[in-house]
DNA sequence: CATAATTATTAGATTAGTCTAAATTTTTAT
DNA sequence: ATAAAAATTTAGACTAATCTAATAATTATG
């Protein structure tokens, strides 16, 4: 007996949790209209109707948080997308930059078993083609420790492990300079005037700017 | 560059596509209303939604039939549907009373390369798991003979390849007496006051009602 | 701290899909 | 051929999600 949320309630949820992710404070209106693309009025109205609902707590011109229920909520959608999205790639042989479109509409639907059935297909992966961690079944998820390309010191060693940025352009830009997650970057030497890097990768050395950088998760080695 | 349609303008081509096959008259409002779990009024207002975009040819109190591009879309969703449930029973072990549900949702699943992936990735099945051919990526699909266990003559044998009714009972009935697409079938006797029939299957003699023998699609040996 | 700028909420419409109840048309049966 | 029954359409209302324009609250700034 799952509690029955339209897409778009759906869709709310975890923009508020993706928010609150980066943020820390509440979430305003005007982000999460930013967010769901969509206006200002209509985040208002959609607010309280999931603070009705106990997904969300709402005070006026205060922002919007995630209530334990909400969060619950937002943690199955996200699993649902990143484990749909290996599926896409894994064994559909979609391109990484090609596959979030249509995990967007395959996060919501609605079956108690089909996600679990599909997450043991796929042999348990614990991230999605962008590096993302999986959530488990009961929720849980780990989450990155966020380290930086642009953070990493010249002459340090790093593996990729995810990218912050899943847009198709970044994405494209990164297989056309033969970079992806697993690559082994060691940072030669940085620009003081713009923070762009030289980095070893492949046995090669390759230029990329900050905005580059600064979208890579790396593990140091 | 397709034409977007909604869920449900879809849900109302794809019944009335599947009540113009068992018919061949127009489609009533009734009809469709009672396939579409709702009102006739209701059905009245979507079939003049869907006149205007020119997907079905309606005139007043005499019903509806498909156009040609009503058509196409309609099979497009039994296309959709159909390879899920291949997907569903061959690759998450699902068994065939369970899919339906999940595959209606599936269907609405909007991509121009989603599905001929998947149809790859399957190995072309050319029909689902309750025995309907699936419509090759340009609409082509081959119809059953349409002859029923039920019709079979006495002493004569048979295998199963289908079954008109896709109930998760009726299935579940057929899985308990290990009957299943593929099962040769002999007719021993037919009675006359109700018409039930003793088959002869697996080795073993078996007597089955009307009502089930009439929704076995077969084939003559 | 007062006022301007920004952010958020409310009011009132709109669209899709649905419903009930009333009116109309078609079909069936005397 | 007419009246009764059944099927269908229309009228008017409701919900979900959205929008624009107007109003109100918060915050930033001189
Ligand atoms: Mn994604
Ligand atoms: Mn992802
Ligand atoms: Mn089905
Ligand atoms: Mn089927």
């Known amino acids: 007996m799952e509690i029955q949320l339209t897409q778009t309630e759906e869709n709310y949820l975890k923009s508020i949790y993706s928010l609150e992710l980066s943020s820390s404070k509440n979430v305003s209106t005007t982000l999460l209209a930013k967010?769901?693309?969509?206006?200002?009025?209509?985040?208002?109205?959609?607010?309280?109707?999931?603070?009705?609902?106990?997904?969300?707590?709402?005070?006026?011109?205060r922002g919007v948080s995630l209530t334990k229920g909400g969060n619950t909520i937002a943690v199955k959608i996200v699993r649902k997308h990143r484990l749909w999205e290996v599926f896409l790639v894994n064994k559909l042989e979609y391109s990484w930059d090609e596959v979030h479109e249509?995990?967007?509409?395959?996060?919501?639907?609605?079956?108690?078993?089909?996600?679990?059935?599909?997450?043991?297909?796929l042999e348990f992966p614990t991230h999605d083609p962008h590096g993302d961690p999986?959530?488990?079944?009961?929720g849980?998820?780990?989450h990155h420790k966020n380290i930086m390309l642009s953070s990493v010191k010249v002459e340090n060693s790093c593996k990729i492990i995810g990218v912050k940025d899943s847009s198709s352009?970044?994405?494209?830009?990164?297989?056309?300079?033969?970079?992806?997650?697993?690559?082994?970057?060691?940072?030669?030497?940085?620009?003081?005037?713009?923070?762009?890097?030289?980095?070893?990768?492949?046995?090669?050395?390759?230029s990329i700017s900050h905005q580059i950088s600064k979208n890579l998760f790396v593990k140091i080695l």
Chains 1, 2 share one sequence.
């Open 35 to 61: 967010k769901m693309k969509t206006k200002a009025s209509s985040v208002t109205d959609m607010i309280k109707k999931l603070a009705d609902k106990d997904f969300v707590d709402y005070k006026k011109y």
């Open 134 to 138: 999986i959530p488990d079944k009961e």
């Open 169 to 206: 352009e970044f994405l494209k830009y990164l297989d056309s300079k033969n970079i992806h997650l697993g690559s082994i970057v060691k940072v030669i030497s940085k620009e003081v005037f713009d923070n762009s890097i030289t980095i070893e990768i492949n046995k090669q050395l390759l």
């Open 140 to 142: 849980n998820i780990e």
């Open 102 to 121: 249509i995990a967007e509409q395959l996060e919501h639907i609605k079956s108690d078993t089909l996600i679990d059935k599909l997450e043991e297909f």
